[in-house]
């Protein structure tokens, strides 16, 4: 059974690079044909998809946040991890790492993906 686990980032203010890892057990963050991606939801607001590694290690960017993030793994830890430079409080959600056998990037919900994490809230505030 795969298992997605969220890093708590902690107090974050306005002007930070937050980074998020996800930690995951129960398979390989290699295997053929899956994607890795992180997706948030704000207060009041549709989830919205991030970025995404494939199983080869491309990655995939929102465009209107793409100067913003960096997208990387580490195939040792069997973690990848998501940076977002100069956060402010319209960042402030609850973060989600998921796995799918598919690109999926305009998710309504976050059963539409195979497996999910808990989410770990992050809250941009000074």
């Known amino acids: 059974q795969v298992q997605l686990q969220e890093s708590d980032p902690g107090p974050v203010t306005p002007s930070q690079t937050l980074s998020l890892t996800c930690t995951v057990s129960?398979?390989?963050?290699?295997?053929?044909?899956?994607?890795w991606s992180w997706v948030r939801q704000a207060p009041g607001k549709e989830l919205e998809w991030m970025a995404s590694?494939?199983?080869?290690?491309?990655?995939y960017y929102r465009p209107s946040l793409e100067n913003r993030m960096s997208l990387f793994r580490d195939t040792s830890k069997n973690q990848f991890t998501l940076q977002l430079t100069s956060v402010t409080p319209e960042d402030t959600a609850v973060y989600y790492c998921t796995k799918d056998r598919n690109l999926h990037t305009a998710p309504s919900t976050i059963d539409e993906y195979d497996y999910w994490g808990q989410g770990t809230q992050v809250t941009v505030s000074s």
């Open positions: 129960g398979g390989s963050i290699t295997a053929y044909k899956y994607y």
């Open positions: 590694i494939g199983y080869s290690g491309q990655t």
